[in-house]
Nanobody, 122 residues
Framework: QVQLVESGGGLVHAGGSLRLSCVAS????????MGWFRQAPGKEREFVAG????????PGLDSVKDRFTISRDNVLNTVHLQMNSLKPEDTAAYYC???????????????WGQGTQVTVSS
């Protein structure tokens, strides 16, 4: 079992930055690919960015590739999402995930955090 706790969400103006953090607990946490999904009201959850246990970036959302950077620290079992040049359309609940995988061509995950809200005002 892996438990995930996110932090760092909040309200920011368009063009601003936020840094999301996620701490994973569990003996095998460092062996999992980790990353972030998001879900806006009325929309499906979408895969934003991910990173393998060895540090390889997973193919995430095209619309954020030039603005968001994912990183992880396997010693501290943490994963971060640095979000720059935020836009109102980035507003969503962001979920930390561990054990990210593709099932029937769709990204999903074995473990989920409780979510942290990111709101970008125009």
């Amino acid at each position: 079992q892996v438990q995930l706790v996110e932090s760092g969400g909040g309200l920011v103006h368009a063009g601003g930055s936020l840094r999301l953090s996620c701490v994973a607990s569990g003996r095998t946490a460092s062996s999992y690919s980790m990353g972030w999904f998001r879900q806006a009201p009325g929309k499906e959850r979408e895969f934003v960015a991910g990173i393998s246990s060895s540090g390889r970036r997973l193919p995430g959302l095209d619309s954020v590739k030039d603005r968001f950077t994912i990183s992880r620290d396997n010693v501290l079992n943490t994963v971060h999402l640095q979000m720059n040049s935020l836009k109102p359309e980035d507003t969503a609940a962001y979920y930390c995930a561990a054990g990210i995988k593709r099932v029937n061509m769709k990204w999903t995950s074995d473990y989920w955090g409780q979510g942290t809200q990111v709101t970008v005002s125009s």
